[in-house]
């Protein structure tokens, strides 16, 4: 059975720094590229990066470039994402997903999730 399992979300002030991990079990997590994904208060998801199966390529959408950095630790089956100078809109739930057939605005498909983590971003 996949399991996702998100930790790391907390409160914290404008420009300060978080770093998400998600725990993956049930699959061979080395195969798949994996993905993290937001969801604002009241609005719809959002695709935030993705990494490839041995982490040699990342990818940002365009408001977490240079603030965002996505990785991945194969050996602990681990997903993580360094969140650097955090503004308010990033307030959000997080969520790590696994094998995802569209990441366009609207109409994001992915198999596997997990429960999330919420990241506020408040003074």
């Known amino acids: 059975q996949v399991q996702l399992v998100e930790s790391g979300g907390g409160l914290v002030q404008p420009g300060g720094s978080l770093r998400l991990s998600c725990a993956a079990s049930?699959?061979?997590?080395?195969?798949?590229?994996m993905y993290w994904v937001r969801q604002a208060p009241g609005k719809g998801l959002e695709w935030v990066s993705r990494?490839?199966?041995?982490?040699?390529?990342?990818y940002y959408a365009d408001s977490m470039k240079g603030r965002f950095t996505i990785s991945r630790d194969n050996a602990k089956n681990t997903l993580y994402l360094q969140m650097n100078s955090l503004k308010s809109e990033d307030t959000a739930a997080y969520y790590c997903?696994?094998?995802?057939?569209?990441?366009?605005?609207?109409?994001?498909?992915?198999?596997?999730w997990g429960q999330g983590t919420q990241v506020t971003v408040s003074s």
């Open positions: 997903a696994a094998q995802c057939r569209s990441l366009q605005p609207g109409k994001i498909e992915c198999d596997y």
């Open positions: 049930g699959f061979t997590f080395s195969r798949y590229w």
């Open positions: 990494i490839n199966q041995d982490g040699s390529g990342t």
